[in-house]
């Protein structure tokens, strides 16, 4: 009968937690691949300053329509005259049309010659209806130089003459110097400034023109 040396029962004991050790320490080791965070960008109303009317309006904003490729929360760059991919971890925080259309309603509430602007529910009769359309909002990567591109166009109807009292397209570029989501988003916040600046004159000159004129019989 052959008797178990302890010392070597121990030894063998001692290895295996040694090489459980070992195996734990290289699987504390290995890489993790996290996923990257996601990263969300706004756009705002414009700090813009116009003079009173003598009679403030009401005006009735209408759902900015957007194009295709412009109806989801998604960062749109193209690489070519014909294409269009959205940033894989950067995202708007709302279609920007949606963006859009609450910076052109904020930035026009401000106005003094405005005493309320109308989005969802018309609660009086509004005697002028804005609609603008948004039908491009994209990072320009084409020719080496990186490039934002904003394109509106607005309709501003006079709802008591049942006419176009205005209508103006805005097609902006603003180059970037850095090529990421960051500069994407702040050259686009430059772009709508001005398209609001255009706005709220287009507008305010429609409403000034419209109150300066007789009345018809």
Partial sequence: ?????????????????????????????????????QQTYRLSA????????AKPVVLQLLPVRAAAGFQSAAMMYSRSADTLEP???????????QLVGDAIAQTLSRQPWVSAVQQQTALASAPWALHCSLYRLEHDLRGGQGTVRLGLTCELANQRTRSIAAHWHFDGSQPLTVND???????AQTLLNQALG???????????????SPPST
């Fill in 1 to 37: 009968m052959m008797i178990a040396n302890p010392h070597r029962t121990e030894r063998r004991a001692l290895l295996t937690l040694l090489a459980g050790a070992s195996l734990a320490l290289a699987a504390c080791s290995l890489p993790v691949n996290r996923q990257p965070l």
């Fill in 46 to 53: 414009a700090d813009i300053h116009s003079t009173a009317l």
């Fill in 87 to 97: 940033y894989r971890d950067s995202r708007w925080l709302a279609p920007p049309a």
């Fill in 181 to 187: 989501a960051a500069h994407f988003a702040q050259g």
């Fill in 198 to 212: 255009e706005i709220v004159q287009q507008t305010r000159a429609a409403v000034a023109a419209a109150g300066a």
